[in-house]
Every structure is written in C-alpha cells, then in structure tokens.
C-alpha cells in the first residue's frame, strides 16, 4: 500500500522556521519526483517545490524560492522541506505527493500529475 505521511506542522512566529517531513512507503523510492504542495483557504493548491529522486534535481516556486529547501534522504524514504523567513501568507495546510512524471512534467506542479497524496500537516504563521 502506497502511503506517504506529512509530519513537522506548527505555529510559528513570522521570520521562524519549521522543517516539514514527508515518509513514503509502498512503492520504490528512487522512481520518483516527489512535491510539495500548499493550500490556504479559499485558495486552490499550490505546488511549490518538487525533487526528482533519480537524479536529485530540485525545483522551487517564485513565491519560496530563497527561502524553502527540498531534499531526499533516499536512506530514509524521507523528503523534507526546510521553511525559513516564513511569512504570514505562507499559513496552509501543506501536502507532500509522488509522481512517476519526469521532472519536466513534475516542475510545472500540477496536482493533476501526481498520483499519491499524504494527508497534510497545518502551517501557520503569526504575524
């Protein structure tokens, strides 16, 4: 059974940090580009940073470019997302998905080209 599990959500203080853990499970790791996701309320889902676990390659956003970092920990099973300088509009519920895509599809980070969704964890930030 394909599972992935967000964990690392809080409230934090505008300019803090929190480092959000994404587990995987069922499937082979090194197969696939793995997003994350955000969605405010009211907002329709944003993806906003996606790594290719065959080859490393990252993409982030406009939007936490600078400011958010991916990695894989293939060891692990394990994608993170390192948050820093938060800002008050980076409060949603933040999701991880899987795609076997190719990085060039993976990048435009349409939720529609990933097929597996952890539950979400909630970020927000204070101001």
């Known amino acids: 059974e394909v599972q992935l599990v967000e964990s690392g959500g809080g409230l934090v203080q505008a300019g803090g940090s929190l480092r959000l853990s994404c587990a995987l499970s069922?499937?082979?790791?090194?197969?696939?580009?793995i997003g994350w996701f955000r969605q405010a309320p009211g907002k329709e889902r944003e993806g906003i940073s996606c790594?290719?676990?065959?080859?490393?390659?990252?993409y982030h956003a406009d939007s936490v470019r600078g400011r958010f970092t991916i990695a894989s920990d293939n060891a692990k099973n394990t994608v993170s997302l390192q948050m820093n300088s938060l800002k008050p509009e980076d409060t949603a519920v933040y999701y991880c998905a899987a795609t076997l895509e190719p990085m060039i599809i993976a990048a435009t980070m349409d939720p529609d080209d990933y097929d597996y969704w952890g539950q979400g964890t909630q970020v927000t930030v204070s101001s």
């Open positions: 069922g499937f082979t790791f090194d197969d696939y580009a």
């Open positions: 790594i290719n676990n065959p080859d490393g390659s990252t």
